[in-house]
């Protein structure tokens, strides 16, 4: 017994270098990238499908979708002539929300990784949830709005538009800017992004949570593209930068310093 510890005492002692150079490693965090769905591609399939939908529909129609402070007869009109234009808006404004909650839950993984403890990920997580939502209700609605007993009647087609122009406008508009801000912030505060990026990021939050405003002022509504692709556009930009980086084993231990 007492040979095997001087045994072991004397290796010690023979190569302490060595053994320095084992606990040190032993000591450092080990860090690897993390795993999961590449935040910027699921951006850019959003981004792609809400494209494919917005223009397909409209060459259908040979005409922009009016808003639906226009003439009851123009939304109703539309779905009557051409309700494959509308019913393929509706398609792709429903998938389009699968790819964006898959983000949201992707982006407010990776910030509790890269141990941002502050209540940012959480923003965009709800954030991120609601504009999701608000595209699968906007799609359904638009899905109802291109049946022919439906789009014969010009009342209830302004209605469901109206409906369809809140949630997926200025519902969607608001819900992204959250999630935007939610990274935008931490990413700025504890250099996750470039500062240009970051700044861009807050611009656009701001426009999102302003669009609301559209309620009262119908002129605000020129916002809502600018941050709908603008927004989703980031998006793709921060979850590329965001997916580069490194993150540590034991990222359950978070800095809870702000």
């Known amino acids: 017994m007492s040979t095997s510890s001087d045994h072991a005492r004397g290796t010690a002692a023979e190569h302490p270098t060595n053994a320095a150079t084992t606990a040190a490693a032993d000591a ?3 860090r690897r990238r993390a795993t999961g769905p590449h ?11 809400t494209v494919v939908g917005v223009g397909g529909s409209a060459a259908a129609a040979a005409a922009a979708f009016p808003s639906p402070t226009s003439l009851g007869g123009t939304v109703s009109a539309i779905a009557t002539a051409v309700p494959g234009a509308v019913a393929w ?6 998938g389009s929300a699968v790819p964006l909650g898959i983000d949201a839950a992707t982006l407010y993984t990776k910030l509790r990784q890269l141990r941002v403890a502050v209540p940012g990920p959480s923003i965009a997580w709800f954030g991120g949830s609601a504009a999701a939502v608000s ?11 291109a049946l022919p007993e439906v789009a014969a009647t010009p009342s209830v087609t ?3 538009a109206g409906v ?11 819900g992204l800017g959250l999630l935007i801000a939610g990274i935008a912030v931490p990413g700025l505060t504890r250099g996750l992004l470039p500062g240009w990026l970051a700044w861009i990021g807050l611009a656009l939050a701001v426009l999102g949570e302003l669009s609301f405003l559209t309620m ?33 084993d034991h990222s359950r231990h978070w800095d809870t310093a702000d």
């Open 39 to 49: 935040a910027g591609a699921l951006a850019i399939v959003t981004l792609a499908i």
């Open 158 to 160: 302004l209605a469901l």
């Open 216 to 248: 009262l002022l119908p002129a605000v509504a020129v916002v809502l593209p600018l941050v709908r692709f603008g927004g989703l556009a980031w998006l793709i930009a921060a979850g590329f930068v965001l997916h580069g980086a490194r993150v540590h």
């Open 89 to 94: 808006l509706a398609f792709c404004t429903f």
């Open 164 to 174: 369809a122009f809140l949630l997926g406008g200025v519902g969607f508009a608001t």
């Open 28 to 30: 450092r965090p080990h």
């Open 135 to 145: 595209l699968m209700v906007t799609g359904a609605v638009l899905w109802v709005v």
